[in-house]
């Protein structure tokens, strides 16, 4: 594991760090992200090599399902703390939110029973898109549940973000945008949209 | 947005289009071999300084790459992040990576008592309590806001360290050889990665600089 970390900075280093010395001396004082990100922890699924990041362009965070609580659900501080400083400290434009396919958190939100303990803390976090159930298409298929369940969960996301107050007023003020997007890397195709209108897939 | 996405997808087209034998593995499950936990600062994503490739790396961010402890109930995004690749995908490393010039370790060095600034921030950083009181005894000689606030960038890292080592699944794996704890912290600045592991023991090992 060590040499795999240090081979992975050296190559960074010598390809990127050391072939920008500008943006590195900009970076250095401060950042000045226009997009804040969320999306889901799975190791296929990494913002910045789908939608190709430069440092400095998104403030990310990443948590199972890419879910966000609302906000006056008390205990959830991870996800609040970060809209707070993306929000009102960093005032990032946008905001979007990712779902993507084969999502384990999606799937155990819509196979487990919730009654049932079956975890210490992945059933507590993934009962945040419980709404989900009310829009599902009642597919005997479990990929197509879990595939409308992924998209769903975004748009629940993208609810509770409006539950904000701060968030409430500056996407009234047009100061701040809020998108939804699904990945697939089963098909290499990426789904956007924004609350309310229709999806386009790339 | 719209016309960087459609930049994306024609690029991404291309590479999927180039590697579908890699993408079909990467549909049929994931198997990262590590856990990231790093920082959402925007200048500091673990897959661009640590070069990984999709499937490598299951990776949470949060506000100063912290990890609560498993007591603090109400804090579950984290610890679910941590059940579900320890238990479930059985990865053999977690990495905790910390950076310089962090705003979350910023706010908790200058954090005051009965002083509210940020609703949630000023809740959220003060996981890293421990590491500030360590950080300030490390700096006694040299009290200066810019060194508190660098040495807290690295003893915060430790102090999430020391709280993975609470969880009993986490505990266990490393007490069985199952899972390796590691310590990062990249100097953006400078251009420089610090490694070490940390041990069952709750010790750091020797420092390394790449």
Same mark, same amino acid.
């Given at each position: 594991?060590?040499?795999?970390?240090?081979?992975?900075?050296?190559?960074?280093? =010598? =390809?990127?760090?050391?072939? =920008?010395?500008?943006?590195?001396?900009?970076?250095?004082?401060?950042?000045?992200?226009?997009?804040?990100?969320?999306?889901?922890?799975?190791?296929?699924?990494?913002?910045?090599?789908?939608?190709?990041?430069?440092?400095?362009?998104?403030?990310?965070?990443?948590?199972?399902?890419?879910?966000?609580?609302?906000?006056?659900?008390?205990?959830?501080?991870?996800?609040?703390?970060?809209?707070?400083?993306?929000?009102?400290?960093?005032?990032?434009?946008?905001?979007?939110?990712?779902?993507?396919?084969?999502?384990?958190?999606?799937?155990?939100?819509?196979?487990?029973?919730?009654?049932?303990?079956?975890?210490?803390?992945?059933?507590?976090?993934?009962?945040?898109?419980?709404?989900?159930?009310?829009?599902?298409?009642?597919?005997?298929?479990?990929?197509?549940?879990?595939?409308?369940?992924?998209?769903?969960?975004? =748009?629940?996301?993208?609810?509770?973000?409006?539950?904000?107050?701060?968030?409430?007023?500056?996407?009234?003020?047009?100061?701040?945008?809020?998108?939804?997007?699904?990945?697939?890397?089963?098909?290499?195709?990426?789904?956007?949209?924004?609350?309310?209108?229709?999806?386009?897939?790339? | 947005?719209?016309?960087?996405? /459609?930049?994306?997808?024609?690029?991404?087209?291309?590479?999927?289009?180039?590697?579908?034998?890699?993408?079909?593995?990467?549909?049929?499950?994931?198997?990262?071999?590590?856990?990231?936990?790093? /920082?959402?600062?925007?200048?500091?994503?673990?897959?661009?300084?640590?070069?990984?490739?999709?499937?490598?790396?299951?990776?949470?961010?949060?506000?100063?790459?912290?990890?609560?402890?498993?007591?603090?109930?109400?804090?579950?995004?984290?610890?679910?992040?941590?059940?579900?690749?320890?238990?479930?995908?059985?990865?053999?490393?977690?990495?905790?990576?910390?950076?310089?010039?962090?705003?979350?370790?910023?706010?908790?060095?200058?954090?005051?008592?009965?002083?509210?600034?940020?609703?949630?921030?000023?809740?959220?950083?003060?996981?890293?309590?421990?590491?500030?009181?360590?950080?300030?005894?490390?700096?006694?000689?040299?009290?200066?806001?810019?060194?508190?606030?660098?040495?807290?960038?690295?003893?915060?890292?430790?102090?999430?360290?020391?709280? *993975? *080592?609470?969880?009993?699944?986490?505990?266990?794996?490393?007490?069985?050889?199952?899972?390796?704890?590691?310590?990062?912290?990249?100097?953006?600045?400078?251009?420089?990665?610090?490694?070490?592991?940390?041990?069952?023991?709750?010790?750091?090992?020797?420092? *390394?600089?790449?």
């Amino acid at each position: 594991a060590e040499e795999r970390i240090k081979q992975g900075f050296l190559k960074f280093k =010598n =390809n990127f760090w050391l072939k =920008n010395p500008q943006l590195y001396e900009k970076l250095s004082a401060g950042q000045s992200p226009k997009f804040m990100i969320f999306a889901c922890s799975d190791s296929r699924v990494c913002p910045t090599t789908i939608l190709g990041l430069q440092p400095g362009e998104a403030f990310v965070v990443r948590n199972i399902a890419s879910m966000i609580p609302a906000c006056g659900e008390a205990g959830f501080p991870s996800t609040s703390a970060a809209l707070e400083y993306g929000v009102l400290h960093l005032k990032v434009e946008h905001i979007l939110v990712i779902g993507h396919s084969r999502c384990g958190g999606i799937k155990a939100l819509l196979t487990t029973d919730p009654e049932k303990k079956w975890s210490d803390y992945i059933q507590d976090w993934i009962k945040i898109s419980t709404p989900v159930h009310s829009n599902q298409n009642h597919s005997h298929d479990i990929d197509e549940r879990c595939s409308c369940g992924e998209k769903e969960s975004v =748009n629940v996301s993208l609810s509770n973000l409006m539950t904000f107050p701060w968030i409430k007023s500056a996407v009234e003020e047009k100061k701040l945008a809020l998108h939804g997007g699904h990945y697939s890397f089963v098909t290499g195709t990426f789904q956007y949209w924004t609350p309310g209108s229709d999806k386009v897939d790339f | 947005m719209i016309s960087n996405l /459609c930049a994306f997808i024609l690029a991404q087209a291309t590479i999927f289009r180039r590697n579908p034998g890699f993408y079909q593995n990467l549909a049929a499950g994931q198997h990262p071999k590590f856990m990231v936990i790093a /920082c959402s600062d925007s200048r500091v994503c673990p897959t661009t300084i640590l070069n990984f490739r999709p499937g490598e790396a299951f990776v949470v961010r949060n506000i100063a790459n912290m990890v609560p402890p498993p007591e603090q109930a109400g804090y579950p995004g984290t610890s679910a992040a941590l059940e579900y690749a320890v238990r479930v995908l059985k990865v053999e490393n977690i990495l905790v990576i910390g950076h310089s010039r962090c705003g979350g370790i910023d706010a908790l060095m200058t954090l005051k008592e009965n002083t509210k600034r940020w609703r949630f921030i000023d809740n959220w950083v003060k996981i890293g309590i421990p590491a500030r009181a360590a950080a300030l005894e490390a700096t006694r000689k040299n009290p200066s806001l810019q060194h508190k606030c660098r040495t807290c960038e690295r003893t915060s890292v430790n102090g999430s360290l020391v709280n *993975l *080592l609470r969880f009993s699944f986490v505990k266990e794996a490393v007490s069985n050889a199952k899972l390796q704890l590691h310590g990062g912290y990249y100097n953006l600045a400078e251009g420089s990665f610090e490694y070490w592991k940390f041990g069952a023991n709750g010790k750091s090992g020797k420092v *390394l600089k790449f």
